[in-house]
């Protein structure tokens, strides 16, 4: 009788031992097309769904692979009906193609006459396609590339893209490689990505998506408009590009609140490409001001909405899609799937941490009591309450107090959610606050202090969660966050996930109020990370507070 790690269920869950010895290979075995729902200590369950299954499929995996990947690790006889049902949802991607016509121009071709047959019957794909060619070929019109794309998977038919791409304004770019090289990972990454054509690189924060994005802007040396989170970020590519490839200041446009250039290389911010006047999006010329050949999308987990709608019109310039994790908590991967584009390449992160790349990173959950005076009031508090009563405890001050002494001489980020907690805890310590009202030029100051080592503790709201290179720092205090935010929870550990000089390990701390909903978001938002592979260890705040 095998004795392995995963037990199989039919309901399509997984379970896998996680002390098991082979855990570690099964996680990486299965990552690739089961999604992580549960990571308690001993048990983590995980969920096969159509998206999952469609993006394996889209990035080479067959249904043979996944199903010899459950009978290899699968405790007991994995349910036969179980296994038909991944052979045929795999099935499912690509019987219908897009496809480049010699006359038509763009059409959508089925292998499976049928399945064309059921998909133009329904009333979502009225207007996306227009007359049939024959029995199993039918014209689309080129702008509704996208649009078409998102209603079939939505369809449960996911298309396979092979129409092609224009290449776009010609701009001569290359990587300048004097005294750096990429690294194995990063070329690799880049040469699925272009082999490809578009879709998604995750890679773990701290492990060089900036330059997976330059390496694809020589592939393609094309125009390019890379779309970032905001201005602090936008400046970071800038300066990056310029160190890395041949590009000049000169050649590159920075498009944001305070300054509208358009350039060869424009970098445009989320916030201007979304801000509306009079109900009108005023700034979608961007998208036609050149012709572009290649759309950078910085941190694809959080596009905004109207971002999607943008790009459901961009189906023909090559996109690719730069983010630590593909968790969105919107549920809308199925949107970045239709439109950015597949997974193309996915490097977890202990494997990056083993080979060196990233610092190795301990997480610790400190857990405390909600003051008893507090009890009554929390239980009697409306559900939208409670979670800032929680979070907010004053008790997390002397926690953090603690902490930072602990780890006196190291650069430690304090990360929270609400600004008046955030204000206490700055003053508390005696630390500069960052937020969103503080100016760039100030940000910008401030992170350079800790840079340089001027500034030891920084205390940051989640304007940090996101593209802030901080290489120097190696601890980071969660007080508080957005909800059961997996995304963020990723993103503020990869905070601190730069390798350090000395190759010391990196800690991540979450103080957590116990028996509240602060404990829940918190098990929660820990999820992904237990996916990658680490673990929490807990400890009580009145212990640690005793070493003292």
């Not at 776009?168 to 990505?193: D, K």
Request: glycine share 8%; charged share 25%; net charge negative.
């Amino acid at each position: 009788m095998p004795n392995g790690p995963l037990i199989v269920q039919s309901d399509k869950t997984l379970l896998l031992e996680v002390d098991h010895e082979q855990a570690a290979a099964c996680r990486r075995a299965i990552a690739p097309f089961a999604e992580l729902e549960r990571a308690p200590e001993h048990i983590h369950t995980y969920r096969l769904t159509p998206l999952g299954l469609w993006t394996a499929r889209a990035a080479g995996h067959d249904a043979e692979q996944v199903v010899n990947t459950l009978l290899e690790y699968s405790r007991y006889p994995v349910p036969h009906g179980l296994l038909v049902d991944i052979a045929e949802t795999m099935a499912r991607y690509g019987r219908l193609q897009l496809l480049s016509h010699p006359t038509h121009g763009l059409v959508l071709h089925a292998t499976d006459i049928p399945v064309l047959t059921e998909v133009l019957r329904s009333k979502r794909t009225a207007g996306l396609v227009g007359a049939k060619i024959d029995e199993s070929t039918v014209v689309v019109h080129p702008s509704e590339r996208g649009h078409l794309k998102q209603v079939l998977v939505k369809l449960g038919w996911p298309a396979e893209d092979l129409a092609g791409y224009v290449d776009g304004e010609a701009h001569e770019i290359a990587l300048e490689t004097g005294e750096w090289s990429m690294r194995p990972y990063q070329a690799e990454a880049v040469e699925t990505f272009w082999h490809g054509g578009s879709g998604v690189v995750v890679l773990p924060c701290g492990a060089g998506k900036t330059i997976v994005g330059a390496g694809a802007m020589a592939e393609a040396k094309a125009t390019t408009l890379i779309l970032v989170t905001n201005t602090v970020s936008a400046r970071q590519w800038r300066d990056e590009l310029v160190r890395r490839t041949t590009l000049t200041p000169e050649e590159i446009g920075e498009y944001s609140g305070s300054r509208k250039e358009i350039r060869p290389v424009t970098i445009a911010t989320f916030e201007v490409l979304t801000s509306k006047l009079k109900g009108v999006y005023t700034h979608l010329e961007l998208l036609d001001a050149r012709d572009w050949g290649l759309i950078l999308y910085d941190e694809v987990h959080l596009l905004p909405a109207p971002i999607f709608r943008m790009t459901a019109d961009l189906q023909a310039r090559r996109r690719l899609g730069l983010t630590a994790t593909l968790v969105r908590e919107d549920g809308r991967e199925d949107e970045v799937f239709s439109l950015i584009g597949p997974k193309r390449y996915d490097a977890p992160w202990k494997d990056i941490e083993s080979q060196g790349w990233i610092a190795p990173a301990e997480c610790v959950e400190v857990r405390l009591d909600l003051p008893h005076a507090l009890r009554m009031a929390y239980a009697s508090a409306e559900p939208e309450d409670r979670y800032r009563m929680a979070s907010t405890a004053k008790a997390k001050t002397d926690v953090v107090r603690h902490l930072i002494a602990q780890h006196e001489g190291e650069q430690t980020l304090v990360i929270g959610q609400y600004l008046d907690q955030l204000e206490h805890l700055a003053e508390a310590v005696g630390a500069p606050l960052i937020t969103g009202a503080t100016t760039v030029n100030e940000r910008q100051r401030l992170f350079e202090g800790f840079r340089q080592g001027e500034i030891s503790t920084l205390v940051v709201s989640k304007v940090a969660n996101f593209s802030i290179d901080l290489p120097e720092a190696s601890v980071a205090i969660q007080v508080s966050g957005t909800f059961g935010s997996r995304q963020e929870e990723a993103q503020r550990l990869g905070r601190i996930m730069r390798p350090k000089a000395d190759g010391k390990t990196a800690h991540f701390y979450a103080v957590v109020t116990r028996d509240t909903v602060d404990a829940e978001f918190a098990a929660h938002r820990q999820r992904f990370l237990a996916e990658q592979g680490y673990a929490y260890t807990i400890v009580d705040a009145e212990d640690l507070l005793a070493q003292a």
